[in-house]
């Protein structure tokens, strides 16, 4: 089983997107053509659940082989689009669809000031700062944990931090990670946050004009 995970890992995830896709499709359908605003919520929970097990899959392949690839490079960049800028993107999408077919107010005073917020780069510059911010401390605060779990004192995780030629191992012995589950979850979790870093500085470092008028 673990064998054929491995040799089919792209073709499973991009059977996923494809569900992901299909799922966005049938939520649109259902939503704005159909108006089943309940039924559509369930397509939304599928499309989740599809990008957790995208997620979950690139971790177990990793546990698998103990290398870092490109499949995990890659499903880290879906999922992190996903869960951020994906789901900025998605509501954006959502609002833009009912103001084409407001007959019955489907858009709210609320909805139609976040889309005049959107356009302005200074709203969007400090949106992506904060949510850097907190997206960093929440992995140093992760990094530490990590480290206690691990058994370093502050001397340890210090030398650790200075000297970073572990930081390419294929195995988790020479790391600060006392086991294959934290060093794992740590150099995905890496990725993502750079990632994300290099995605927020483009909107942070954005020129800050007035936004145009509608």
Sequence with gaps: MNDLLIQYQWEIFIGLEVLGFAALILFGLTRYKFQKQGLSKLFI?????????????????????????????????????????????FKKLDRWMRKKIDVDGLLTEQDYEEMRKQKDPRYQSARYLKTWLAHLAVFLLAQTLFFGLSGLNFEQSLAYLTDLSWFDSDTYEPTPYANEI????????GIVFVIDSIVSATYIFQRKDKPQAD
């Design 45 to 89: 929970l599928l499309f989740i659940g599809f990008t957790a097990i995208e997620a979950l899959l690139a971790w177990y392949i990793f546990s698998l082989t103990g290398e870092i690839g490109t499949f995990q490079i890659i499903v880290s960049i879906f999922v992190l689009y996903a869960i951020t800028f994906g789901y900025q993107d």
């Design 182 to 189: 934290l060093h794992g979850i740590a150099m995905v979790w």
